[in-house]
């Protein structure tokens, strides 16, 4: 203590039982702000900002991600939680909660004498025994379609209503399915994420292909292309400076003008040897032909591709085209003297979409593509913007159900197993760590007592309730929340991917718990009488206001 004093003289000093207090509170103070979002009846969060801007969410990472955090304990709580959405795509808000129910369990012993550390260690047993009981109760299956349905499902309402949910699950899914190749590793990357502020949420969908946010230049080009080829180039279609300093000098006007016809002959004759490739492969069908180039046309070269029926695109993002080749087929050329058939991609339908003064060009009814595009549709940012964060947490559920290869039971039955498991186990537990053990019991029940608390239903009398069908039945037994019984038989699917979260809450609590001495600003001091509904003192929120709306 002399020590900090001698740094910081104005320094608060907490030890011991005053820093462990301080610490489980802001434990306790996060966990509450939190746990109305839990499940699908969870409440929704709307922040408003100092300039008026709205946010609605749902999502526990995003609402950690909005909240500037001061005191270090909540800090490190929220950035354990962050850490697992980065790498799942889920848990946040599980997380959170779990974490602050271990530490109010640990206080209740703590309080009676029990030392800090013999909690900790009965803390380390049960989460070893934890993930065996884990292992048994996950379900391996082969990972059909039906079954990423239901994963996704269970990761979708989560976040956003019932109906949108179905309509993202389906989405979702096909989307993963298209991009996955067996022995790779599936990549997320290859699922571009679109917004179109145009209809309603539910009108989001997969385009099995590409869409760009740009159209063709020329008017008398067509809008709809029907069974297309497909040519991705980064060729140069127009008047480009040298790269050295360099000048043509002549004397006469006619000089002049032989330059000119020169420069022009050079492009006219990049043109040509595209159209040339249209008319070979196009002489005997009525297919169509499509120019997406990553460098500039100008309009010259525009009306000559116009004049032979070549749907062309110029300046194309870099991105895109990574994506085109992977989307249609084909390879992408870099120079003209490469042209060939084999180079040439192939979609089922291109056309272009006016929404206002934005032009797309959609690229659809790709074979076997690579690279899939979700259009996600919205009224305004809001939307389109908690869909997002949705679609995100549905890929990455879905991406570890298929690596994982098996799924573990939902709606809190599996937390309800490892509590009976960890209940029955402490009593070969010897000494007082098996109060540890029990405290890591007790703290996994909260997350069906939230589930049943925010659907509305006595928590008391449904943990009960699920508890004793499981002692019955010795099956997966969770929450239904949408029948009065409040009971589930296994439906619901999650991926195995919870075996992390069990490690990552485990070690932030326990080094929570093992924290000895914490120098305090008065301003991060806790306040005792703090309830569920208010923003504690420690949190400093990026925005102005946080309500809760249903």
């Not at 959170?96 to 640990?106: D, F, R, S, T, W």
Request: with cysteine; aromatic share 4%.
């Amino acid at each position: 203590m002399a020590a900090i004093k001698a740094i910081n003289s104005k320094a608060e000093v907490a030890r011991a039982q005053a820093a462990l207090a301080v610490n489980i509170c802001a434990a306790r103070g996060l966990q509450d702000v939190l746990r109305t979002n839990l499940g699908p009846k969870g409440t929704m969060k709307m922040l408003v900002s100092g300039a008026g801007d709205v946010k609605l969410t749902k999502d526990g990472n995003v609402l950690l991600h909005e909240m500037q955090i001061q005191h270090p304990t909540a800090s490190l709580i929220a950035k354990v939680a962050t850490a697992q959405d980065d790498i799942t795509g889920d848990g946040t808000t599980s997380n959170v909660l779990i974490i602050g129910e271990l530490l109010k369990q640990a206080d209740l012993y703590i309080s009676e004498g029990l030392h800090p550390r013999i909690i900790a260690e009965g803390f380390e047993i049960a989460k070893i025994k934890a993930l065996e009981v884990l292992e048994q109760v996950k379900i391996k299956k082969e990972m059909k379609r039906e079954i990423l349905l239901d994963v996704a499902r269970t990761s979708l309402q989560t976040k956003v209503h019932p109906q949108l949910a179905d309509v993202l699950t389906e989405a979702v899914v096909d989307s993963v399915l298209a991009i996955r190749r067996p022995n790779y590793p599936i990549d997320l990357f290859m699922v571009e994420i679109m917004e179109m502020k145009h209809k309603s949420e539910t009108d989001t969908k997969l385009i099995k292909g590409l869409v760009l946010d740009h159209g063709a230049r020329h008017p008398d080009m067509k809008k709809r292309v029907d069974d297309a080829f497909i040519l991705a180039c980064n060729v140069s279609l127009e008047y480009e400076k040298t790269e050295v300093s360099s000048g043509f000098f002549y004397k006469t006007a006619e000089e002049k003008e032989k330059l000119v016809k020169a420069e022009r002959k050079f492009i006219e004759d990049r043109v040509q040897k595209i159209i040339d490739l249209k008319d070979k492969v196009c002489a005997q069908s009525n297919k169509g032909f499509v120019v997406i180039n990553q460098k500039g046309i100008d309009p010259f070269s525009l009306d000559a591709l116009a004049k032979h029926g070549i749907l062309a695109l110029r300046r194309a993002k870099r991105r895109n085209m990574e994506r085109l080749s992977l989307a249609c087929g084909g390879v992408a050329v870099n120079s003209v003297e490469d042209l060939s058939v084999d180079c040439l991609g192939h979609a089922g339908l291109v056309y272009e979409c006016t929404l206002g003064e934005e032009k797309y060009t959609f690229i659809e009814d790709c074979i076997n593509p690579r690279s899939v595009t979700l259009l996600v549709k919205g009224p305004n940012k809001h939307t389109l913007t908690q869909i997002k964060d949705a679609v995100r947490d549905g890929l990455h559920a879905i991406k570890n159900a298929i690596e994982d290869g098996c799924v573990v039971p939902g709606a809190g039955a599996v937390e309800v197993a490892i509590a009976e498991a960890l209940a029955t186990y402490k009593h070969t537990i010897q000494g007082r760590a098996r109060l540890g053990v029990q405290a890591f019991a007790d703290a996994l029940l909260i997350i069906p007592k939230v589930l049943a608390q925010n659907s509305g239903y006595d928590l008391q009398e449904t943990l009960v309730k699920v508890q004793a069908e499981h002692s019955d039945s010795k099956q997966p037994v969770g929450i239904d929340l949408n029948t009065e019984q409040g009971l589930l038989t296994f439906g619901g699917a999650w991926p195995s991917h919870c075996a992390l979260s069990l490690s990552c809450f485990m070690e932030c609590g326990i080094l929570v718990l093992r924290s000895g001495i914490r120098s305090l600003s008065p301003a991060r001091q806790i306040p005792n009488h703090w309830t569920t509904r208010e923003v504690p003192e420690y949190m400093c929120f990026k925005s102005s206001r946080l309500d809760e709306i249903t």
